[in-house]
């Protein structure tokens, strides 16, 4: 990577966590459009994973990611093993905190995930080094915790959100959507679509987002989801909407069987 910037070429990094479909091929493309270097990592990165999460259950498939990546026209993949990143174990190990951002929605849910993911992407930074960074726009907190640790810790990365990429029934993209039942995956596009109810709602101008948010959780307990949060926040910082705040984000986080699905639609109200 030294030796590309020396040559002034502009690299670009994608973190993953591997099982990559084509929503993370879409990050190398993005990656590829921004950049004359493009390097993905793959790592599942133990600190963000609760004790009774699915860490050691996560699909991994390197040699089908390698592959894909090289198709995808990917230059360099850095696959490190946990000892490497975390010689001293996870437990203790130095860590990146995004108060506020951090405690709030899915980290209500999974105390401890965003300092995980906060302290490996900072990793990945120091040792990729890259000028930009592509993150999904799916883990729409994950990418607002990222930004503010960039922003505020000077970090010299710029940060690319990447639109989701969507099965054609709707559903988004993730390694996750494996864990569903073939029953189970015919129900779950009815995330998207209480999304998008929510969406219709805010952009006719309604204004009662407590009505809006238990709508959603109404529609997905009724279809047989057990949903955690639908939310309409502030898309900029994900505080709740203030009366003038136009640009809004739906979020949704809802368990169906042994999955754990979140989805996310952004809204620009009049
Ligand atoms: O979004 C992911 O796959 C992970 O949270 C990331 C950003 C690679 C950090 O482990």
Redesign the pocket.
Known sequence: VRAWHRDGLRVALV???GNLHSGHVRLIEIARAHAERCVA?I?V?PT?FGPSEDFARYPRTPREDERKLADAGCDLVFMPEVAELYPHGGEGATRIEVPGLSGILDGEFRPGHFAG?AT??SMLFHIVEPDIAI??EK?YQ?LTVIRRMVADLCMPVEIVGAPTVRAPDGLALSSRNQYLTESERALAPTLYATLEQAAKRLRSGDTDIGGIEREGMQALEKAGFRPEYVSVRQAADLAAPAPGTRELVVLVAARLGKARLIDNLQVTRP
């Open positions: 973190p993953t966590m990592s790592f990165n963000q993911v490996v992407v993150f999904g883990d994950q």
